[in-house]
Structures are given as C-alpha cells and as structure tokens.
C-alpha cells in the first residue's frame, strides 16, 4: 500500500515538473509541441498500481483524470522498477532495454517523452545522481528551486501574503 501511494505521488510530481517545463523551457515546449494534437500520455504501473494522464493540446498542458483516447501509453511491469526509474536510480531507457516497462503507440513520439523526461530529471535531482544513472548534462534554463517550489505550493514567487507558518 505505502508503495502504490509513494509511486502515485512520484507520477504527479513528474506531471506536475512537465507543465512547469512546459512554460520555462524552450526545448521542452519544442518537444512537446512537435507532438500530435491532441495527444495524450498515460503511465501505469501494473498489475493495479497507479496511473497518470498528461495532456498536451496546442499551447497547453494539464494533467487530466481520464481519457477516452490514449495517445502514448507507458506501463511499467511492477512497482519496484518504476520506483527505480522515477527516482533516479535507474534511466528510463535502461529500464525499457531490461524489458521493466511496455510502450503502447508510436516510437517516435516515445523517445520524444523520454527526452522530455531526461530533462526534467536534470531539473528534479542533483547532478551525481544524473551522473550515476547516465543522464547527460544540460544547460538549465531555468533555476531547479523554482521548480520545487511549483511543485510545493504551486506558485514559484512568494506572496506578500503569505507567512512562515503557510510554509
């Protein structure tokens, strides 16, 4: 239980990291944008574990409770190899070449979200865990502690209202 919980947070962190690198990074929005519109990425953890759906339509990402079509679906075969994957103990391409996951859809737009999601793990975790798990080193174009604080409280500038207990 505490393993489905941790994983379902996991995946809407990721979610969460993509629409902010959406609006702040010019190579993310480029990727995203040279998808199909709509498009629709699902990832699931089997054999009941959690799942998560992005959206992307033109100019616009949100994450979504359901959908009727699924563009790219990306189920990872148990718990434990997609806690590996999602938190940087393992690359999402080692894990596809272990056979640890399945992609359902075309190939193309796969390795589009793999390099979507490369990139946002450089954002998320410090350099020596990218380094052990292979990721290459990019140019940031955005600060990572903004990022954390999207993903916190969901504004990365803090408002006059706000006081050290809201923190």
Same mark, same amino acid.
């Given at each position: 239980?505490?393993?489905?919980?941790?994983?379902?947070? %996991?995946?809407?962190?990721?979610?969460?990291?993509?629409?902010?690198a959406? #609006? /702040?990074?010019?190579?993310? /929005? #480029?990727? =995203?944008?040279? @998808?199909?519109?709509? &498009?629709?990425?699902? +990832?699931?953890?089997?054999? &009941?574990?959690?799942?998560?759906? *992005?959206?992307?339509?033109?100019? /616009?990402?949100e +994450?979504?409770?359901?959908?009727?079509? %699924?563009? *790219? =679906?990306?189920?990872?075969?148990?718990?434990?190899?997609?806690k590996?994957?999602?938190?940087? /103990?393992?690359? *999402?391409?080692?894990?596809?070449?272990?056979?640890?996951?399945?992609?359902?859809? #075309? +190939?193309?737009?796969?390795?589009?979200?793999?390099?979507? %999601?490369?990139? +946002?793990?450089?954002? @998320?975790?410090?350099?020596?865990?990218?380094?052990?798990?292979?990721l290459?080193? %990019?140019?940031?174009?955005?600060?990572?502690?903004?990022?954390?604080?999207?993903? =916190? &409280?969901g504004?990365?500038?803090?408002?006059?209202?706000?006081?050290?207990l809201? *923190?």
């Open positions: 239980m505490k393993k489905c919980v941790l994983a379902n947070v %996991i995946l809407k962190l990721l979610l969460k990291s993509t629409i902010y959406f #609006d /702040k990074d010019s190579e993310v /929005k #480029d990727e =995203l944008n040279s @998808l199909p519109k709509p &498009f629709v990425l699902k +990832i699931n953890i089997l054999p &009941f574990g959690p799942s998560a759906l *992005l959206k992307i339509e033109s100019n /616009k990402v +994450i979504v409770k359901a959908s009727d079509r %699924i563009s *790219l =679906l990306v189920e990872f075969k148990n718990i434990k190899n997609a590996k994957a999602l938190l940087g /103990k393992e690359s *999402l391409s080692k894990s596809f070449a272990r056979h640890n996951l399945l992609v359902k859809g #075309d +190939i193309s737009n796969a390795m589009a979200i793999v390099r979507i %999601i490369n990139k +946002i793990e450089c954002y @998320l975790f410090p350099r020596f865990i990218t380094k052990k798990i292979n290459p080193k %990019i140019k940031k174009q955005f600060c990572s502690l903004k990022l954390y604080l999207f993903l =916190l &409280f504004k990365t500038k803090r408002s006059k209202e706000w006081t050290i809201n *923190l």
